[in-house]
Structures are given as structure tokens and as C-alpha cells.
């Protein structure tokens, strides 16, 4: 059987949710792994959140959720979404960081550079009975969608409206929108493998290769 790359990493994520039961030593329900609700998240897609919805949230300042960042502090510094708080993957996987860092009711947002290391993430947490989301995309799908919109030559007038709207999003998050030509020779952000940034068009914002 052929498996997704998401599925590949929920059962990664499923071997990483046991083994951290079984390090935490403790024998507290919150620790409570349920298929059943967890598979119907999935599903529902109740587990993803778009950027546009998270960028509604911090506009309006809405105080009742956590965003957490887990990449690397070296990839956090080179570019972060605003309020976001950086929990690197490697010490959020600690049943002793889950208790510390997680210890109210707020719903926890959780982004890496794509949907990966986040979705791993997603299954340890909700597993330690968190209400938790992934951002749809990670941090290089909000410098495509938010911080760098595009809108064509050739766009219609609804089109024009979003893209104005897009582009007061994108200046309030210091990004910066471009007319596309639409033909070949648009310039595009490579989205690799090798961990290092990318350097996009004048003034924009990048992505970092990865998870």
C-alpha cells in the first residue's frame, strides 16, 4: 500500500506519541491517546487552520490561542510570523515542556517551514489532550499567501478588490505584493531541501527549506 506523505507522518507521529508516554513517567489521563477522535479530526480537517484565517486572528488581536513556531531558533530569526512563539520540534517532543509550557485552555497553533514536523506535533499534543491546530502550508505557504500576493496583468474586478485587500494584509505583516505577468519568466521562491533561506524578489520575504 502506498502511503501520502501526511500519512507517513502521522504514523511517525504516532511512534513519537507512545514513546513519549512511556518517557514521561506519568500516569495522568491527560496522557490519553484517542484514535477515534483523533482520526475524525483529521478528516474534518478540524486539525489545519489557513493563513488567512490566522491572519485575522492577530489582526484582531484575538488573545485566546498560542502561536508556536517549532522550527529552529536559526530558521525564527531569519523570518517568524508576528506574536509567534519559537518551541524548536526537538524540545517540544518532552512530556516535561508540555506541562510547563501548555498549562491553560488556550488553543495552540503550531507552524513549521511546511506541514510535516508540524503535523507530528499536532498528534503528540493532542495526545497530551491539547487543543491544537496546524497552520495549512507552515511558514513558507504564509510568505506565498500573506506576505507575498500576487495578482494578474489580466485580472478581473473581483479579482482586483481581493488583491487590494490582500496587499493592506500583507503591508500590515511587512510583506509586499507583486503584479504577475502570468508567463514563465515570473520570478519564484524555491522551496528546498537544504534548510537555508531563499531569497524571493526585492523586499519580500522568503522561504526556508524543510519540514
Not at 502506498?2 to 506519541?17: H, P, R, T
Not at 492577530?58 to 502561536?67: A, F, N, P, T, V
Not at 509567534?84 to 501548555?102: G, V, W
Amino acid at each position: 500500500m502506498k502511503l501520502e506523505n501526511k500519512q507517513i507522518g502521522i504514523f511517525v507521529a504516532l511512534i513519537a506519541g507512545v514513546m513519549l508516554l512511556v518517557v514521561s513517567g506519568t500516569g495522568s489521563p491527560k496522557y490519553n491517546f484517542k484514535p477515534e477522535e483523533i482520526a475524525k479530526a483529521i478528516a474534518g480537517n478540524e486539525d489545519h487552520m489557513s493563513s488567512d484565517k490566522l491572519s485575522q486572528w492577530i489582526i484582531e488581536g484575538k488573545s485566546d490561542y498560542r502561536l508556536i513556531d517549532i522550527r529552529s531558533a536559526e530558521d525564527f530569526k531569519k523570518g517568524s510570523i508576528k506574536t509567534a512563539q519559537n518551541i524548536p520540534f526537538t524540545e517540544l517532543l518532552s512530556a516535561k515542556t508540555i506541562d510547563r509550557e501548555f498549562t491553560d485552555e488556550k488553543t495552540i497553533v503550531l507552524y513549521s517551514n511546511g506541514d510535516s514536523h508540524a503535523s507530528q506535533a499536532w498528534m503528540i499534543l493532542k495526545t497530551a489532550g491539547k487543543e491544537v491546530m496546524v497552520l495549512t502550508g507552515g511558514y513558507n505557504g504564509w510568505v506565498e499567501s500573506i506576505l507575498n500576493p500576487k495578482m494578474s496583468q489580466k485580472a478581473t474586478d473581483d479579482e482586483i478588490l481581493k488583491y487590494r485587500a490582500a496587499n493592506s494584509i500583507a503591508s500590515f505583516f511587512g510583506g509586499s505584493a507583486e503584479i504577475s505577468s502570468g508567463g514563465s519568466s515570473d520570478k519564484k521562491v524555491s522551496d528546498g531541501e537544504s534548510g537555508e533561506t531563499k531569497k524571493s524578489p526585492a523586499k519580500k520575504k522568503g522561504k526556508v527549506g524543510g519540514c
